[in-house]
């Protein structure tokens, strides 16, 4: 059962082509990756799916048509982790959580608590400006909006840029006990391919807005083509 | 680039043909009124210099047209030392002075962004017409100073009104041709860099601290000249002639205008002249609408017509008249050299 | 040229009634910060629209009804004023330069101002506040009361809505559209509503403002011109991003006029504004963003 399935996704921005037709679906409960070089397009596709940027091509989400704009995917239950984290800076640590149940009818003192405990370096900070936060707090900070808001689909951008392994780590557990505690379906972006490969169950391979490869994990670590430009062996 | 290029150079002929001919088609009282547009013209394309290419905000440069003005009606009634200077001959003095008065005021304004420079600069254009109260005696306090009525010079068989039309439209031709050589070279690319990106400009090496002033020194000049040519049309100035309202009139001409475009300005200057001065006429011409019965005369009436009009143009040219101008003529030019 | 005539009894009236012009500087200047950290764009018609619902208010009084009365109704009719000018004029064009929307303003104050000249005419009128004239005493120093109702009623507003901002759901989503838009609306926020909320706000705002400075200078289309152009140079000098500065601009700058317009024989009544900006240009001078506000730190 497919909890997202794109059919043949076109993105522009402004006169020039992004995305060329990209088809790919995530499973119920799975955690699919997109790997590419940059340029490839793979932020674009988390784009187009949340309705950031302007797409033509249908976006499937739990059986219905996605509508186009990022507040209404928001409020379909989808949540997008941007890259560069999305933070209000301006505002605390503890309204950014806040924030991030804004689409639900949550008891938001109780959601915040499940975030610290994952994180409880953000409770230590809870009434800190965010934007004063570390790299990886702020990463940190994301997630737990996130999870505030429960979704039934994370889109993921890079989450281990610029992190340190420990910190990186610390996420994909969160994300592996968000699945199976709310049955949360996950499509990650990432550069990392070797850290990905470890913790997805499929993958896409995008290049210039077009898919090249798609499998299992096991089968992309033996692709002998994905081994040598993605993985480094 | 080189159609683009020969494309403008016919445009500017085109222009001049026009500008020229003109006074042959329409009434003596018509090009008094042009020229009156041509000197909002010149007052936005210095305008347009500051706010469209440098980037800078200024809501006072009403402000710097007073100092042209003034200087003007100093020179040719007191004059130097008792000697009367000929009007014809202030208007490049009125443009200095004016241009020092804006350099000095690009010096602060370096420290300034945004609005918070609007706001100072809509101070200047407030506290401006309280100077010639407090120093009446030099500036002719709320009467202020009568000049001699202009006159071509000897051997020039016009009316009043064509010579006041071809000197304005002569000079504005000139300082239209000097704006655009300055936005083409170097100074011009330093100052759009600096509206792009000021951090960017200044890792390339651009003083900013140069050209900003430059920018005011140069849009003061243009707006002192604008004033002088004002002051000649007018022959008096006081307080009212350059009231508060025109600094803002003349940021609404370069809006609709279109910020860079220079020749959209005329545009921009048309409407300013004409709904300063013809708000009835847009009224009775609205009431030929059968349900509308407005009486052009009540007070607040005109002050409709502009607001209403201001709004429409620019919800429908929100990029002014030069943006409407780009999306008509820019398909025409980029096919002109791309032969695709 | 300077002080002549000092006594402490004037000096505390005359600080009273700074603080009063100064409530009223601070709940425009307010409005016009809210506009501005959403939109980047000053509200040239906040005066004029304040203006206009005190002449709505000025016309129910008129049949009947009583200043508290009419309060809560004119309140409302801002309200839905302020959201359906941002919906109708600024939304069209919201992707457009700020100088085209600040136009669009300017547009909207000509209009308006030239509307009230035609329903109501120009005329000086007379406006019965909710506070009577007299004056009591202040330890020895008599103060109008209606300077104390003046600033009582801005500062209650301005702390209401401090604690609309700061307790609530709808308050912390209007200050996150402000900020971040594009993140609230990957949060599910309507950002588009959250700035027309913004712009009722204001209005209500404005419309405070009006009511309570009416009793004191006498309702006519112009009376809001200068107090917006204070206003404005309070919100500057508060920091034009932050709501707190406005509310101490606005009180610091009627207090310092006042005085400065009192004690400064060469300043005078005529004065009072230019040398008013001369001090904020001072102060901009050196901090470029104002009391509070943040400019962006750029070494070059």
Known sequence: MSVLELHNVEARYGPVQALHGVSLNVGDGELVAVLGANGAGKTTTLRAISGTVRRSGDVVFAGRKLPRRPDATARA?????PEGRGTFSELSVWENLRLGAYARRANVKQEAQRVYKFFPRLEDRRDQQAGTLSGGEQQMLALGRAMMARPKLLLLDEPSLGLAPIVVNQIFEALARMKTDDGMSVLVVEQNANLALAHAARAYVLEVGNVVVEGTSDELRANESVRKSYLGY | MRAKLWLELTGFALLTLIVA?????????????LAIVGMYFIALLGLSILTGYSGQISLGHGAFMA?????TAILSVDGIYGHQIRDLWTIPIAGVIAGLAGLLVGVPALRLSGLYLALITFGIAVSFPQLPKKFDHFL???????LNLAEPPYGLHTTTN??????????????????????????GRALQAIRDSEVAAASSGISLARYKTLAFGISAFYAGVAGSLYAIANAYVNPDVFPIILSVYLVVGLAVGGLDSLVGLIAGAGLIYFLQNHADTVARWINHVPALNLDPKQPGIPSMVFGVVLIVVMLLLPTGAGGLMRRVFGPLTSRLYTRS | MLLYAFTWTEFAQQLAAGIREGAIYAGLALALVIIYRSTRVINFAQGEMATFTTFIAWSLMNHGLSFWTAFPVVLVIAFAGGVAIERVLIRPVENAPVLTIVIITLG????????????WGGANRQFNGPFSTRTIDVGSVPISVQDIGIVAVSVGLVVLLALFFRFTKLGLALRAAAVNPESSRLAGIRVGWMLALGWGIAAVLGAVAGMMIAPVVFLDPNMMQTI????FAAAVLGGLDSPIGAVVGGILL????????????FIGSTLKLPAALLLILVLLLVRPGGLFGRVAVRRV
């Open chain 3, 108 to 119: 909207l104050a000509l209009l308006l101002n030239g509307l009230m000249s035609v329903i």
């Open chain 2, 21 to 33: 001919a003109l006074p042959r088609f329409v009434s003596d009282f018509r090009a008094r009124e």
């Open chain 3, 254 to 265: 009627g207090v310092t006029i006042t005085l400065l317009g009192r004690y400064v024989g």
């Open chain 2, 67 to 71: 100092i042209g003005g003034y200087t």
């Open chain 2, 162 to 187: 064509n010579w006041i039309y071809y000197l304005t439209w002569g000079i504005a031709l000139v300082l239209l041709l000097a704006a655009w050589l300055l936005v083409r070279g170097k100074a």
């Open chain 3, 228 to 231: 917006l152009l204070y206003a």
């Open chain 1, 77 to 81: 239950g989808i949540a997008h982790v």
């Open chain 2, 140 to 146: 002719g306090g709320t009467t202020g100073k009568i």
